[in-house]
């Protein structure tokens, strides 16, 4: 069983910075996707930014492109975002997802493991 463990959340004023991170030992790490999405109170999940461990591609949803980015530690199998510039409307619990099962794309929420979230605020 993957478990998948997420610190790195937190409370900021808009404009800040946080880096949540995502440790999944135990995963096999190589030819997959990683992802984080998000979901606010009242909203649906959406997916925020996913990396791909073979060769490090990286996707990003609109909303955050020139502001998030996602990386990752091979050899520690962990994945990074490094969000900066934040905004109120990025406030939402955070969760991290591994071992991607679908076909259209990384940033839907088709993924065989969760981290339990990660709370992140942006306040004005």
């Known amino acids: 069983q993957v478990q998948l463990v997420e610190p790195g959340g937190g409370s900021v004023q808009a404009g800040g910075s946080l880096r949540p991170s995502c440790a999944a030992p135990g995963y096999p790490y190589s030819s997959n996707y990683m992802g984080w999405f998000r979901q606010a109170p009242g909203k649906e999940r959406e997916g925020v930014a996913a990396?791909?461990?073979?060769?490090?591609?990286?996707y990003y949803a609109d909303s955050v492109k020139g502001r998030f980015t996602i990386s990752q530690d091979n050899a520690k199998n962990t994945v990074y975002l490094q969000m900066n510039s934040l905004k109120p409307e990025d406030t939402a619990m955070y969760y991290c997802a591994a071992d991607y099962y679908g076909g259209k794309g990384p940033l839907r929420p088709e993924y065989n493991y969760w981290g339990q979230g990660t709370q992140v605020t942006a306040s004005s």
């Open positions: 990396i791909y461990s073979g060769g490090g591609s990286t």
